[in-house]
Each structure stands twice: as structure tokens, then as C-alpha cells.
């Protein structure tokens, strides 16, 4: 097949999406396809530059997050002329957060009409807004933290009064735990959502849930194996999450078979509950008395060598190859 992979974009998350999308190329070109990769942020030169070269890492060869103009999310409609010009018979789509992520990306190619992998337009925004995906879990009763949604940074904060601490802040549609605050007494409360309203989005102070942080992986309508993640830092933050050596993980996590299956189920549950569809992570946390909660789900997991879904995947007996053909083949299938 002919295989466009976009990668890169203009999110916070740019640099592992290069690293995701040359790992998918590499993998799509083993397997035997023709491969293209195309950078929507990206001008035309750098795309030639972008399939001349291996492994991107932070602005080695290739214009990191802070080389990118402002004017350069305009490129994106460019790009997407040119995908549809290439006529591939699929995109991979390899994009990390902001609009590969957040059902916009998927609009576009919906209206270009080119197959793409993993969820719709509509599935891609639900997932990416953590208040709207926590409105979804309630209605289809999936355990979720309880949160306050502030809408602006002049909002009343008088619903916080009587929160008992600790609390996590997070911007509402950051990825890669950008802005997250865990804070641990009152007078912090402010200056953390203060700082998570820098990312423009709506807050949410959200339920501290202590215990143990996992991650289940959907693929081809079932779950994976439960990793259980144990950060060097306490908090599963950017660099536990993209440095070798950051986090420890156990796959299969050490539960209890009752456990493992109550989580997987309700993983798949929170996958179906937003209408996702091909593959998705689903972060969750279990309290100490083993009750889970669902903090996201993931419509754009990492595929790295060292990310989560591939490590699911080995634990259950598929390779990073099948990984991405099966990934591949759920795409073609929403046609
Ligand atoms: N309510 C919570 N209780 C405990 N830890 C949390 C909570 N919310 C977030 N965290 C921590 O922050 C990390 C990132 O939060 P998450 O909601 O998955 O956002 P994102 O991954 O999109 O930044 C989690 O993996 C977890 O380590
Ligand atoms: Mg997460």
C-alpha cells in the first residue's frame, strides 16, 4: 500500500510525534509499503529534508517546537492538499496533541476524503476536552475524579473553598502532563491554576487519587495487558514520560485477576463510552482500595519503541510490525 505518515505538527508534543512517526515509517516500509512522511507544519523544502533522513530527536536535523514562525499552522491546509495529491490508500496518522489530536486534523482529511487511522473527528474532540470526556464517562457510570471546571482565570473560584487537599490542576486539553500541578495545601491552589490557564484552555482542579497509576491499551476492540507505571518522580511528568530510565513499569501489572479484568473492562468501557475507534490508551489511577478511576483517553497514544501501547502490545505477544499493521487495518476498515 501506499502510506502517507503525518508527523511533527505544531503542538508541545511535536518531538515525540517525530520520533513516533519515523519508528511507524520505518516499521511501514519493513512490512513493504511505500511510505511518504509529511510534517503539517512543515514547508516543502523541509519535507524533502524530512524523508531524506532517520530518527529525529529535538532539532538535530530537522526544526524543533521553537523553530516553528507562528504563521506556520497555515501550512496545514497546504499539506493536506498535498496528501490528497499523493493519493495514498491510507494516512497513518502519527500527530501528538493540538489539532492532530483534537478531531481537527481528521476533519480535514474527512473532507478530503483520505482513510486515516484511529478515531473520527468527533471521537478526537470528545477525547481531547477532559471535561467533555468526563460527562460521557458519568453517563455511562465509568468512575472518573471528581473536578471543578473553571472556565476563565476570573471565573469564581468560590466552588474550591471547602476542597480538601491534595488536588491535581491541569489545563483542559493539554497532553504530556504540560501545566499539571499536584497541590498539596490551600495556599498553592491559586498560583497553580494561574499557571495552568497560561495553555488557553479551560482548568480543571481535579480529585487527588492516591495509589497506583496504570494505563490500559485498546486495540481491534480489545484491551491489552494493564501496565502499572511507576515514575522516578512520583508524578508521571514529561521527562518520567520521555526519558530512558525516568519510570519503572510492570506489564502485566501486579493485580489480582478480578482487578485486571475490572480495569480492562472499564477501559474498553471509556474507549466505546467517547466513540473511539481502531486503538487508544486510556489512563487511569487505582486507589488504595483497588477502585479505579479514569483520569483520559488517549486518541493518539506514543508508538515509539519505548511507549506504552507497544509495550502492551509486546506483553501480549504482538510485535511493533503487527502493532502498526494491525493499526493500519482498523483505519481502512471505517471507510
Ligand atoms: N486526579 C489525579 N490523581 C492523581 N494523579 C493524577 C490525577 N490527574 C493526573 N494525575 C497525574 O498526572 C498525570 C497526567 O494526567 P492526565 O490526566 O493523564 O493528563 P495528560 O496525560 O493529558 O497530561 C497522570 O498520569 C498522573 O500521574
Ligand atoms: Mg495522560
Redesign the pocket.
Known sequence: MKIVVLMGGDSTERDVSLVSGDQIAKTLVENGHEVIKIDPSATRDEQTELNKTDIHWIGLDYPSIDALPLHRSSLYLKNIMLVRRLRPDIVFNALHGGKGENGIVQGMLEAAEIPYTGSGMLASAIAMQ?DISKMFFRQNNIPT?R?VILERPDSSRKKLKNARF???V??ND???????H?VERKEELDAAIDDAFKFKSKVLV??????K?I?VSVIRQRTLPVIE?I?EHG???YEC?YKEGMSRYEVPARLSDEVTRQVQNIAFKAHQALGCTGYSRV?M?LNEQNEP?V??V?TLPGMTGTSLVPKAAKAAGINFNSLVEMIVEEGLKKK
Open positions: 477532559k475524579p473536578a491534595p488536588q491535581v491541569k489545563p493539554q497532553g504530556s502532563t504540560i501545566g499539571l499536584i481535579e480529585e487527588y487519587i492516591p495509589g497509576e494505563t507505571i515514575p508524578l508521571y511528568d514520560k489512563d489511577r478511576y483520569l483520559e488517549n
